[in-house]
T-cell receptor
Framework: DQQVKQNSPSLSVQEGRISILNCDYTNSMFDYFLWYKKYPAEGPTFLIS?????DKNEDGRFTVFLNKSAKHLSLHIVPSQPGDSAVYFCAASAAADSWGKFQFGAGTQVVVTP | DTGVSQDPRHKITKRGQNVTFRCDPISEHNRLYWYRQTLGQGPEFLTY????????KSRLLSDRFSAERPKGSFSTLEIQRTEQGDSAMYLC???????????????FGPGTRLTVL
């Protein structure tokens, strides 16, 4: 059962514009959410996280928004840069699991064009 | 390099053979996780340890899979009697969990790519 879904497998955006990546989840027990970035032949790298007590978290060019009622989160990258071209995964975990396991979405391939 | 390391990076084996992978976590991290990733999918949780204790195992972890973390430092993942369906990237991650910090990101290694012929 896929509890975390990223419905857009790919996204192409022009350099300097905003990238918006979306993620939906079904498990209402999830209370901690993260975004990871992955380059080919490397492991995922942590980008930004948000707990369910917040609805927004910002770190430099990256902002994550959480809408608990809609069970939806999004990642905004502004401005997009060529080095942002990668696969982005959202992940979720729950206190009930002691935040011990992350459920990942299938990923969104972002391509930033000049 | 003080990140998570995994060995080997690539493994090609024949169906029916046993394979073992090693993961060295970030030294001060008390939690260690194993995930499996197949093409076009995100990482799927397999199991995790807190210190030496294996706290959870996924249903994905069949009887042919066993993981250990004997001294609470490095971990091994063994697959017995490999099948072609075991071909995947096996990712290890670690994190530090304390009483003060419930939320914690996991730091991933580069993975071991297994190909079963």
């Amino acid at each position: 059962d896929q509890q975390v879904k990223q419905n857009s497998p790919s996204l192409s955006v022009q350099e300097g514009r905003i990238s918006i990546l979306n993620c939906d989840y079904t498990n209402s027990m999830f209370d901690y959410f993260l975004w990871y970035k992955k380059y080919p032949a490397e492991g995922p790298t942590f980008l930004i996280s948000i707990s369910s007590i917040k609805d927004k978290n910002e770190d430099g060019r990256f902002t994550v928004f959480l809408n608990k009622s809609a069970k939806h989160l999004s990642l905004h990258i502004v401005p997009s840069q060529p080095g942002d071209s990668a696969v982005y995964f959202c992940a979720a975990s729950a206190a009930a699991d002691s935040w011990g396991k992350f459920q990942f979405g299938a990923g969104t391939q972002v391509v930033v064009t000049p | 390099d003080t990140g998570v390391s995994q060995d080997p990076r690539h493994k090609i084996t024949k169906r029916g053979q046993n394979v073992t992978f090693r993961c060295d976590p970030i030294s001060e991290h008390n939690r260690l996780y194993w995930y499996r990733q197949t093409l076009g999918q995100g990482p799927e949780f397999l199991t995790y340890f807190q210190n030496e204790a294996q706290l959870e195992k996924s249903r994905l972890l069949s009887d042919r899979f066993s993981a250990e973390r004997p001294k609470g430092s490095f971990s091994t993942l063994e697959i017995q009697r490999t099948e072609q369906g075991d071909s995947a990237m096996y990712l290890c991650a670690s994190s530090l969990v304390t009483g003060l910090s419930s939320y914690n990101e996991q730091f991933f290694g580069p993975g071991t790519r297994l190909t079963v012929l």
